[in-house]
């Protein structure tokens, strides 16, 4: 059986309600959920966490390394373009993952242009709203 972890960033806990017309009024319960039961679909388990701690978020994939993780799916929020550390911790895991991010990040201000992330990641996905994770889980579940 596959298991995934998705990893949600700063923030995201309060999809939904937050700007709704750039992040649409999908909750992170309804993406967490949305993903479980698609995973069990493909006899796969997901498993979620959230945190608008840096560290929280390191911590779990520093875990991820022994815990039967194969693959991760993350949308690291505002740490995308700040957090060489949370790049380390993902490039240490040596796991595949692909980012993702809800927003059109080339279509808003310069400095969200940038990713630590994804010169490491399998690939990006942008812009495609709460979709880009179901599009990260099916392309993970074909690799693995």
Do not use: K
Not at 124 to 135: C, D, K, Q
């Amino acid at each position: 059986m596959s298991n995934l972890l998705v990893l949600h960033g700063p923030n995201l806990n309060l999809l939904g309600t937050r700007e709704p017309e750039l992040y649409g009024t999908t909750t992170l319960e309804d993406i967490d959920r949305s993903l479980a039961a698609r995973a069990v679909a493909r006899g796969a388990t997901v498993t979620s966490f959230q945190s608008n701690w840096e560290g929280a978020l390191i911590d779990r994939i520093h875990a991820a390394r022994q815990d039967g993780t194969q693959a991760l799916i993350i949308n690291p929020g505002g740490l995308t373009h700040t957090s060489i550390s949370l790049r380390d911790a993902l490039a240490a895991a040596a796991l595949p993952f692909i980012e993702v991010h809800l927003s059109n990040v080339f279509s808003r201000e310069p400095f969200r242009h940038h990713s630590y992330l994804s010169p490491i990641a399998l690939g990006v996905i942008s812009g495609l709203g709460a979709r880009g994770y179901e599009l990260a889980l099916d392309y993970l579940l074909d690799r693995i």
